[in-house]
């Protein structure tokens, strides 16, 4: 699992999320602050988007933070297969405001259109279909229908937040 890089402003996150994931037997992955990251090559790309945000929305600090577009690109690119962002995206919105360049709007846009976003599992169908339309106004300025996904249970040992396949 060396391949695997999960990736975060703040080393002290990164801290937390090695111990939690040592408790569960992933211990040997990758663990990158993002000023650490140039010259690294991962098949897999982990973004941990929480960040500590001023009054206004914006970042606490820009020159770290994976809203900052050269951060941005710099991180996205270490990846060989795909990229995977756990965060908020009504807060990166906000957070990247400060920057001319919109970055996490191009890419949230682009998963929206695939239908990559994932709401976590314990929302309510209803719930994560509002959401969906909620950023999809924001992002389009127009509402777009949400496809409704179905998620895969705990039992199938797979993550909730993929799509099931259907045949």
């Avoid at 060396?2 to 937390?16: A, E, G, H, K, Y």
């Avoid at 602050?33 to 098949?43: A, R, T």
């Avoid at 890419?107 to 994560?128: A, D, G, M, V």
């Amino acid at each position: 699992m060396s391949d695997v890089c999960i990736i975060s402003p703040f080393r002290t996150q990164l801290n937390i999320i090695e111990s939690k994931l040592k408790k569960v037997g992933l211990g040997e992955l990758t663990l990158l602050p993002s000023y650490l990251i140039q010259g690294h090559e991962f098949q897999a790309v982990v973004l941990t988007t929480f960040e500590p945000l001023e009054s206004d929305g914006t970042s606490s600090n820009p020159t770290k933070s994976l809203t900052n577009p050269q951060i941005f690109n710099t991180a996205v690119s270490r990846s060989k297969s795909f990229v995977v962002a756990v965060g908020d995206p009504f807060s990166l919105l906000k957070a990247e405001m400060q920057f001319p360049d919109r970055c996490w709007k191009h890419y949230l846009r682009i998963c929206l259109e695939n239908n990559t976003i994932f709401f976590p599992e314990s929302y309510k169908q209803k719930q994560r279909d509002n959401l969906k339309k909620k950023l999809s106004t924001e992002l389009l300025g127009i509402p777009v229908k949400a496809k409704s996904v179905d998620y895969i249970t705990h039992s199938d040992q797979i993550s909730p937040f993929l799509p099931s396949k259907t045949n």
